[in-house]
C-alpha cells in the first residue's frame, strides 16, 4: 500500500482553488441578467419587473401568484394604489409572464 505525500498547506491551497471555481461557475451564468433588464429598460416604460407606470398615469402590477381565493389581485392593488397616492381604479393587475426574471430566485423556479 502506497501512502499520499500530500501536506496540509497543499491540500487546503488545492481544496480552496476549487470551491473558488465552484462558486465562480455557479455565479457567472447571472451575469447576464443585468444586460436583460438594461435591455428591457430601453424598451418599455417600466419603473421595475414588477410594475410599469403608462403615460396616462395607469398602473399595472405585475403579480407572480395564482389568484386561488386569497385576494392578491385584491390586495397588491390596494397597497400599491395607497403607496404611489393614485386612484385605485387606474391600478391594474395582471398575471406575470412566464420569464427569468420573475423566477423565484429562493428557489431557482418559476414564479
Known amino acids: 500500500m502506497t501512502h499520499a505525500t500530500i501536506t496540509r498547506r497543499r491540500f487546503l491551497q488545492t481544496s480552496a482553488g476549487a470551491s473558488a471555481g465552484l462558486v465562480l461557475g455557479f455565479y457567472l451564468p447571472g451575469a447576464g441578467r443585468l444586460a436583460q433588464l438594461a435591455e428591457a429598460a430601453e424598451t418599455s416604460p417600466v419603473v421595475n419587473s414588477w410594475l410599469r407606470i403608462a403615460p396616462d398615469n395607469t398602473v399595472t402590477i405585475l403579480v407572480s401568484s395564482s ?25 391594474r393587475a395582471e398575471m406575470a409572464p412566464a420569464n427569468p426574471v420573475f423566477k423565484n430566485i429562493i428557489f431557482n423556479m418559476q414564479a
Open 67 to 91: 389568484e386561488m381565493g386569497q385576494g392578491v389581485f385584491t390586495s397588491l392593488p390596494m397597497l400599491i394604489a395607497e403607496e404611489l397616492e393614485v386612484d385605485w381604479q387606474s391600478i
